[in-house]
């Protein structure tokens, strides 16, 4: 997917059956919309919606509404590698790609486990792209609700199945990588 020079992109990951990185891309000027809806299907005391943690019929409402929403997501597929090999090849798939189409944010939801990681991966692509300005920050779920639709498409990709079939609509581009 060629993103935009005016997207903010938000960036999750399952590790569940395979490596998937997701990336919902916003137009800056849609987001607030965007978010509202998406903090208006949180239940009472929720800070944030966790995929895994709902039931099938709420993921099914979440989606119909995501899926309602004016963002374009793509999904990069790692299989058959351990996480550590799998996150750098999608990570530097994705980020070079971002960086080139200039961008103007990228959050990625916040793991301290790789964060370190993911930093010196986005100098190292960023030197080599000649890029510079590229703005990004790790960030908690809560704080950035665009990230629950990253989540859930990652979620739904790595369940297989009806689910992929639901987020169709939202998911522009699919890479495999081995």
Do not use: N
């Not at 964060?115 to 960023?126: F, Q």
């Not at 000649?130 to 704080?143: I, M, N, S, V």
């Amino acid at each position: 997917m060629p993103f935009r020079p005016a997207d903010r992109v938000y960036v999750d990951e399952s590790k569940a059956r395979g490596y998937y990185v997701v990336a919902t891309a916003a137009v800056v000027g849609d987001v607030q919309a965007a978010e509202r809806v998406l903090r208006g299907l949180l239940k009472p005391g929720q800070r944030r919606i966790h995929f895994k943690s709902e039931s099938d019929s709420r993921r099914r409402l979440i989606l119909s509404r995501m899926c309602a929403l004016d963002v374009r997501v793509s999904v990069w597929v790692v299989k058959h590698r351990a996480d550590k090999d799998a996150r750098p090849l999608s990570f530097s798939a994705l980020i070079g790609e971002a960086a080139r189409d200039g961008i103007d944010q990228m959050i990625i939801e916040r793991d301290e486990s790789v964060e370190r990681a993911d930093r010196r991966l986005i100098a190292e692509i960023l030197r080599r792209e000649g890029t510079a300005g590229f703005r990004y920050l790790h960030a908690a779920p809560h704080e950035y609700p665009l990230l629950w639709v990253s989540d859930a498409v990652a979620w739904c990709y790595s369940s297989g199945g009806d689910w992929i079939r639901r987020v169709e609509s939202l998911v522009e581009t699919r890479v495999t990588r081995l």
